[in-house]
């Protein structure tokens, strides 16, 4: 099946840096989601993305959908420290697609130094 | 209230027990998963529900799970004779469509099999 590629797997910062993290696949998306989980929680939808090139801000974070539909990323400027947790991109293949269900990426673990 | 509301929040069962895990997704939301995770890692997709359709049954990782959905609303996973490694969060999702809308999740069932 699909396959969503989510990287990096863990990241290190320290407070105030910028954070990027991105998702790839060898076939194409119609939706890029991105979601950040907190300890104990279900995650929670970021941004959502429909449309090939977008490019969508919320606050600090800022996702864009691949012009090729392959590949996703998210960036957080200054981070803080409530911005620890795990972040999942997900996406969805087209409606023409034998499997069309929304698929998620292994996630990438933020972690802030002290 | 307004969200994906899973119950029970926390099951401790002793192994060979069965168990009945339940989803009520939000209102009118047509699609609705639900996916496993062992502690910080990812989410393991289980099963996808979407209107009438057959369900998507693909990840149900052994004879032992199943999932119904009644009425295209609440839905129930059963565990049968669960095993130690059944332990995990399992989350649900649900979507308004199943196309260009984004799941919203619960905040898990934390299952601990003993």
């Known amino acids: 099946g699909q396959q969503l590629n989510q990287s990096p797997q863990s990241m290190f910062i320290q407070e105030g840096e910028d954070v990027s993290m991105n998702c790839t696949s060898s076939?194409?998306?119609?939706?890029w989601l991105w979601y950040k989980q907190d300890p104990g929680e279900g995650p929670v939808l970021l941004i959502a993305?429909?449309?090939?090139?977008e490019l969508t801000s919320n606050g600090r974070l800022t996702a864009q959908f691949g012009i090729t539909r392959k590949d996703s990323f998210l960036n957080i400027s200054a981070s803080i420290p409530s911005d620890v947790g795990i972040y999942f991109c997900?996406?969805?293949?087209?409606?023409?697609?034998?499997?069309?269900?929304?698929?998620f990426g292994k996630g990438t673990r933020l972690h802030i130094l002290p | 209230g307004a969200g994906v509301s899973q119950s029970p929040s926390n099951k401790v069962t002793e192994k060979g027990k069965d168990v009945e895990l339940r989803c009520d997704p939000i209102?009118?939301?047509?699609?609705l998963y639900w996916y496993r995770q062992s502690l910080g890692q990812g989410l393991e997709f289980l099963i996808y529900?979407?209107?009438?359709?057959?369900?998507?049954k693909s990840g149900l990782p052994s004879d032992r799970f199943s999932a119904e959905r009644t009425g295209g609303s609440v839905s129930t996973l059963t565990i049968q004779r669960t095993q130690q490694e059944d332990s995990a969060v399992y989350l649900c999702?649900?979507?308004?469509?199943?196309?260009?809308?984004?799941?919203?999740f619960g905040n898990g069932t934390r299952l601990t099999v003993t």
């Open positions: 997900a996406g969805q293949p087209p409606r023409m697609n034998r499997d069309d269900k929304i698929i």
């Open positions: 529900f979407q209107g009438n359709s057959a369900p998507d």
């Open positions: 076939s194409i998306f119609n939706t």
């Open positions: 999702a649900s979507s308004f469509g199943p196309y260009n809308s984004p799941l919203h």
């Open positions: 993305l429909y449309k090939a090139g």
């Open positions: 209102s009118g939301h047509t699609a």
